[in-house]
């Protein structure tokens, strides 16, 4: 068994840790927030987790240097937003070669970099590696069924930490494309903010599986250029993540769409969802990272015409439904 510390108490982390707990690891939890901590070690319950006890002797702690020293494996999972950051408060106390399994999902807009070239570029001896995939914290954290990617530079690293996570409610895969696991992970949260408009303007199953479909097609045509593996935007942390966050109320993106689609404002909506949600985040970094490497992606636009433009819903929904006409797949040659 290993010593594991959890850096960030969202719900995300507060769901690993107990996962990791119950299969009998020793787990240190780390908030950088002392009313969290305050809170967690008093109430032994994450509020956005009622109904999932935390055991009494799972240390929750503030201080990063205590919960860093000495642990086999580290899972960082604050917000994107706060990675970096936090990564840099982490630094001083990290050792050579130590592990960090970054789990958050999102891309920088300023450097427009994924999350682990962040912590690589914060915390360079670290070994690097991420989990993704169709993971909701309120079910893994009930236990229910769930299967995830883990992409690490080496294969070593990859089945020692398949191994630390693996269980019967929890299956583990691997891949070294660490790329395609972080784009599918980010840019599916754009994608499903539009779901949500749709959502919340009243539409039905027709247009979630198209948005769903094109949603795949160009979040894939961009991993591509970049480097990802097709097999990967196919796979658990590409299609299936996809899937989930566009179906499920428990996605904090689908839920402010939802809201936007209703006529909320952005911020109205990232108010009443009451978490961080992504998707905000991440649209602003798709955008430019299509216009970078000259990659056609019209959900994602038009969804930032919405969240930051002011453009209503409904007309942008119209504007991708009029656009000029074109072939799924032209890749593929007519006979004649």
């Given at each position: 068994?290993?010593?594991?510390?959890?850096?960030?108490?969202?719900?995300?982390?507060?769901?690993?840790?107990?996962?990791?707990?119950?299969?009998?690891?020793?787990?240190?939890?780390?908030?950088?927030?002392?009313?969290?901590v305050d809170m967690l070690r008093e109430k032994r319950e994450h509020k956005n987790l009622p109904g999932v006890p935390i055991p009494e002797d799972m240390e929750i702690t503030g201080d990063l240097e205590a919960c860093i020293k000495g642990a086999d494996l580290m899972v960082l999972s604050v917000p994107s937003v706060f990675t970096r950051a936090t990564a840099k408060r982490m630094s001083p106390f990290v050792e050579k070669g130590q592990i960090i399994v970054n789990v958050a999902k999102g891309i920088e807009e300023e450097s427009l970099m994924t999350l682990s070239e962040q912590i690589e570029e914060e915390i360079p001896c670290a070994n690097v590696a991420v989990l993704s995939g169709p993971s909701h914290a309120e079910e893994v954290g009930r236990g229910i069924p769930t299967t995830c990617v883990v992409g690490a530079g080496d294969k070593k690293t990859a089945e020692y930490i398949q191994n630390i996570f693996m269980c019967n409610v929890f299956r583990v895969y691997t891949s070294p494309d660490i790329m395609g696991i972080e784009l599918g992970g980010s840019l599916k949260n754009v994608i499903a903010l539009a779901a949500g408009v749709a959502d919340g303007l009243g539409y039905g199953d027709n247009t979630k599986a198209a948005l769903i479909t094109r949603g795949m097609a160009e979040i894939t045509r961009l991993a591509l250029k970049m480097g990802a593996r097709m097999e990967t935007m196919y796979g658990l942390s590409g299609v299936g993540d996809l899937i989930v966050t566009c179906a499920s109320m428990h996605s904090r993106n689908r839920r402010a769409g939802i809201l936007i689609g209703q006529g909320k404002t952005m911020d109205e909506a990232m108010k009443e969802v009451q978490m961080v949600v992504e998707g905000v985040y991440s649209a602003k970094a798709a955008a430019k990272l299509a216009d970078k490497y000259g990659v056609q992606m019209p959900i994602t636009k038009e969804i930032n015409k919405v969240l930051f433009e002011g453009k209503k819903a409904s007309d942008a929904v119209e504007d991708l439904m009029l656009r000029d006409k074109g072939i799924e797949h032209p890749n593929i040659p007519w006979e004649q």
């Open positions: 068994m290993a010593n594991i510390s959890i850096i960030g108490s969202g719900t995300w982390g507060m769901a690993l840790s107990l996962l990791l707990y119950k299969k009998g690891h020793t787990v240190k939890v780390w908030s950088a927030i002392k009313e969290e």
